[in-house]
């Protein structure tokens, strides 16, 4: 039995869309989540964060989120005060956050991605914004 590679992805995010295609790049046909439309669970996130060796602080996205102007970036604002913001504002979860037999990280940069697959996709792989990451002859780059 092989077990699948889940992503837990924004449509709308350059990453998560990169990562995405170096997932497909490289021959799996990934479990695509996508959590803007279907949410988190509170057990969900902890264990994500628990295996990828995450905070929920860690995992704030600050960037393009409403986190500052909700006060989640203050020092005295607790794990469960983020968790519980992270299940009501899905998008306050930074991404993408990728499951493999390898582990789950959160794939920032998209690159990271690499070290969770078996094999890397055949090259020469740009990201959206013409970054090569594996050249022609299938060497990574970054």
Same mark, same amino acid.
């Given at each position: 039995?092989?077990? =699948? !590679? %889940? #992503? ?6 350059? +990453?998560?869309?990169?990562? @995405?295609?170096?997932?497909? &790049? $490289? *021959?799996?046909? =990934? !479990? %695509? #989540? ?6 988190? +669970?509170?057990?969900?996130? @902890?264990?994500?964060?628990? &295996? $990828? *060796?995450?905070? =929920? ?14 006060? @989640? ?70």
């Amino acid at each position: 039995m092989s077990f =699948p !590679v %889940v #992503i837990h992805h924004n449509p709308d995010c350059a +990453t998560s869309r990169n990562v @995405l295609g170096i997932i497909r &790049a $490289a *021959g799996y046909a =990934p !479990v %695509v #989540i996508d959590y803007l439309k279907q949410g988190w +669970t509170r057990p969900q996130l @902890l264990a994500l964060f628990a &295996a $990828a *060796g995450l905070t =929920p602080r860690d995992a704030l996205r600050v960037a393009r989120s409403p986190a500052e102007e909700m006060g @989640l970036t203050a020092a005295d604002v607790t794990d469960d005060q983020l968790l519980d913001a992270m299940v009501a504002h899905p998008i306050l979860v930074n991404r993408p956050i990728v499951c493999t037999p390898k582990g789950v990280r959160l794939c920032r940069p998209s690159e990271v991605v690499l070290d969770l697959l078996d094999r890397l996709p055949p090259g020469p792989l740009a990201k959206e914004d013409g970054q090569m990451i594996i050249d022609a002859e299938g060497n990574r780059l970054v």
